[in-house]
């Protein structure tokens, strides 16, 4: 790479990370800010400092089981005089978030040779799943793959026109019947018609269900057995969305959904208007399921592939 594109490389970067840093907002200001306050003064390596340390990770959902074991490191290293400042502090936290997130930092790759390659669409009610369907649309489309929607969310009312508003907006088909019909029906009639336009994609939208609602759940099962069926290898990805916002509630709705139909990817939301960001700390040691993208607001492009690094630099910037 020569200098002139390593600059424009390192421009561009800097400008994706002051437009993550600018999103992630109350997180970075519970959170990043707070550990920076905490840890880059002139501190001494105390209890005093270890329990706030504990306080700001545990506010930030990062979760017991990860906030156990950074504090854990901290002490030992503490102990052993490996740490010679809070700076040290700083730079040991940062690297350790690094690198529990790093190993689900894994894109969705679309194999066409699987056309259509299905994925179906998962979570509760208000987590932001259909505008993340329609933000995927708007992404494949640009990333030049021929897709299609299916509105197997017949459950709520108003679910199908939703969908159609975004299919038409991007100028995708959208295979849909009518509020209460079958889903699973729909979601086989949308697989045909998509084998047969020769369809890459096929986004399958599904009842937005809260995980104690047993019919809706079995309904879930029986729209995946029915892909299966046409399709032994699909859906090549089940999706699920997760609000943010929700913390610790979103990692339960996650176990009871992976339990019922085998989550293979996430999409985190609404990261922009939380201060509990750190749940993707939580979720990325417990499950080490991959997160595929995160949202970060409204536009059409905030809609971001997660990238482990970029996250946390924008949480706590690297200090020089």
């Known amino acids: ?33 707070g550990l920076g306050d905490l840890l880059l003064g002139r501190r001494e390596l105390d209890d005093e400092l270890i329990e706030a340390l504990e306080a700001l990770l545990l506010t930030a959902d990062a979760g017991i089981e990860v906030t156990q074991e950074i504090i854990e490191t901290v002490t030992e290293q503490i102990a052993r005089r490996q740490l010679a400042d809070s700076a040290a502090v700083y730079a040991l936290v940062r690297r350790r978030l690094g ?12 194999a066409k040779e699987c056309a259509p390659f299905v994925i179906m669409v998962v979570g509760v009610n208000g987590v932001g799943k259909t505008t993340t369907i329609g933000k ?3 992404r494949f489309k640009t990333e030049g793959y021929k897709t ?4 197997a969310d017949t459950f709520r009312a108003a679910a199908v026109e939703q969908l159609q508003v975004w299919g038409e ?7 849909a019947q009518q509020t209460g019909a079958d889903a699973a029906a729909v979601t086989h009639d949308a697989v045909q018609a998509a084998k047969a336009r020769g369809t890459d994609i096929l986004i399958v939208d599904t ?3 809260q995980h104690t609602h047993v019919d809706l759940m079995q309904e879930l099962k029986k729209i995946k057995r029915v892909i299966a069926k046409i399709d032994a290898n699909a859906p090549h990805e089940v999706l699920m969305v997760l609000d943010a916002g929700t913390g610790q509630n979103a990692l339960s709705q996650l176990h009871h959904f992976n339990e019922a139909v ?19 700390l939580a979720i990325a040691r417990d499950t080490r399921l991959p997160i595929r993208f995160i949202g970060l607001g409204e536009d059409l492009d905030d809609l971001r592939q997660f990238d482990a690094q970029e996250f946390v630099d924008a949480l706590m910037p690297e200090q020089q």
Do not use: W, Y
């Open 136 to 138: 995927l649309v708007h």
């Open 1 to 33: 790479m020569t200098h002139s594109h390593t600059r424009k490389f390192d421009e561009a970067r800097r400008g994706v990370m002051g437009r993550l840093t600018a999103k992630l907002g109350a997180t970075r200001d519970a959170f990043g800010r």
């Open 99 to 110: 690198e529990i997130l790093q190993p689900c930092a894994l894109p969705l790759t679309i």
């Open 207 to 209: 009842a937005g269900r």
């Open 148 to 151: 299609m929607l299916a509105a």
């Open 169 to 175: 907006r991007n100028d995708v088909p959208v295979i």
């Open 262 to 280: 085998g989550i293979t990817g996430l999409c985190l939301t609404k990261l922009d208007g939380t201060a509990k960001g750190g749940i993707l």
